[in-house]
């Protein structure tokens, strides 16, 4: 059995830059939310499971319930969402199924008591809300072929990047190319604010840098609020680092370090590449403001 999840480009980048995948939520019939839940299908295509493509006009409400979601990863107010139909990952299925914490959806259900309609009420969820349907536009629900629920497993631990067997991006309706970051991903990226060096850049960092090659989606300009200090963040697998374009000046990291003489390497580099980056910044920055206007 092959298994698939499926995301947006941005959170593809995170994936790759953390331990792997471990972000979702589960939300329970009683209204409480449990996190590190995160979903899989054998389904090889992304309608049916609740999917947003980013074209969503979003309400109070659904801006509020977005945000109970991302619980302790949620960063400043929701200002839209992501094509999460975009990527496609293949993951190891042998691998998950021998994990005590991997459940098909309804043994799940089970697991945390939950009303066995529960499932077929998610289900329906995979393409409308419910809150919307009439009693008996609820009930023809209930019967339709169309239900994906069937086909939904859950993990509540991390899956390593190890074992994503392939990443894929939709280039057409319902048709899965391998992902290229040059190809697919800048564009995407550059939809929701987040500017990437050129490839050129890159070339010429990692001639120079004593960290492992930095790739597409690990370095980026991200305007997180208006009057932020215009910045730029190298990102490696569980590590993060920040400095400031304007003077190169190391602002501060999560995870393990870079080394005493890459993190000064870096900043000889982001000094030297400072006016494209604050260009890249504005950029950034003018994407918020239409969000925000």
């Not at 319930?65 to 960063?75: M, N, P, V």
């Not at 960092?205 to 305007?223: H, P, R, W, Y």
């Not at 920040?242 to 000046?249: E, L, N, P, T």
Request: proline residues 4%; hydrophobic residues 35%.
């Amino acid at each position: 059995m092959k298994l698939y999840h499926f995301t947006g480009v941005a959170m593809l980048h995170s994936i790759l830059t953390s331990e792997g995948i471990n972000k979702g939520y589960f939300h329970l019939s009683d209204g409480k939310m449990l996190y590190g839940h995160s979903w899989y299908t054998s389904y090889p295509l992304p309608y049916g499971h609740g999917l947003v493509d980013g074209t969503e006009v979003l309400t109070e409400s659904d801006k509020d319930f977005l945000i109970k979601a991302a619980g302790r990863d949620a960063h400043g107010p929701v200002r839209g969402t992501h094509n999460k139909r975009l990527i496609r990952l293949t993951v190891d299925s042998a691998w998950l199924k021998q994990q005590d914490t991997f459940y098909p959806f309804k043994k799940l259900l089970r697991k945390y008591d939950q009303p066995s309609v529960w499932a077929t009420i998610h289900g329906i969820e995979g393409w409308v809300k419910t809150e919307n349907l009439s009693d008996s536009e609820l009930k023809r629900w209930t019967k339709s072929p169309k239900l994906k629920h069937d086909t939904w497993y859950v993990h509540t631990e991390t899956l390593p990047i190890e074992r994503i067997l392939s990443i894929e991006f939709m280039e057409k309706p319902d048709v899965y190319v391998p992902y290229d970051f040059e190809l697919h991903g800048r564009s995407e990226l550059e939809k929701s604010g987040l500017y990437s060096i050129t490839a050129e850049q890159f070339k010429e960092l990692n001639e120079i840098s004593q960290e492992e090659d930095f790739t597409g989606g690990e370095v980026l300009v991200i305007c997180p609020k208006p009057d932020a200090e215009p910045a730029i963040v190298f990102r490696k697998r569980n590590r993060a680092h920040v400095f400031a374009i304007g003077d190169g000046r190391f602002i501060g990291s999560q995870g393990t370090r870079f080394n005493p003489d890459s993190l000064k390497t870096i900043s000889d580099w982001v000094i030297k590449n400072s006016g494209q980056l604050m260009g890249l910044w504005n950029k950034s920055l003018e994407n918020l403001l239409k969000y925000d206007s």
